[in-house]
């Protein structure tokens, strides 16, 4: 079964940081571009990083350059979400996807 779970969610204050992660099963990531989207309440769900098959070339929401970093890790099969100076905006739920497969989403939740 091809599935993609996102972990490292959680509640932080402004400033902080996570990392989330998203470990695949079923397929084999260094093959795939993968990527990150967020959805806050209310709002559509937004792109927030990329990171490309063949050279790891990555891209970011203008929101979030500088803040964020995507990486992958082959050996562990796994797409990691390096994200640090979180906001308020910030908060959502934050999925992984190779875009035909899409993970169960992770809360994230940058409050006082």
């Known amino acids: 079964q091809v599935q993609l779970v996102e972990s490292g969610g959680g509640s932080v204050q402004p400033g902080g940081s996570l990392r989330l992660s998203c470990a695949a099963s079923g397929l084999s990531l260094p093959y795939y571009a993968m990527g990150w989207f967020r959805q806050a309440p209310g709002k559509e769900r937004e792109a927030v990083s990329c990171?490309?098959?063949?050279?790891?070339?990555?891209t970011y929401a203008g929101s979030v350059k500088g803040r964020f970093t995507i990486a992958r890790d082959d050996a562990k099969n796994t797409v990691y979400l390096q994200m640090t100076s979180l906001e308020y905006e910030d908060s959502g739920v934050y999925y992984c996807?190779?875009?035909?497969?899409w993970g169960q989403g992770t809360q994230d939740t940058v409050s006082t």
């Open positions: 996807t190779q875009w035909e497969i």
């Open positions: 990171i490309a098959s063949a050279d790891d070339y990555t």
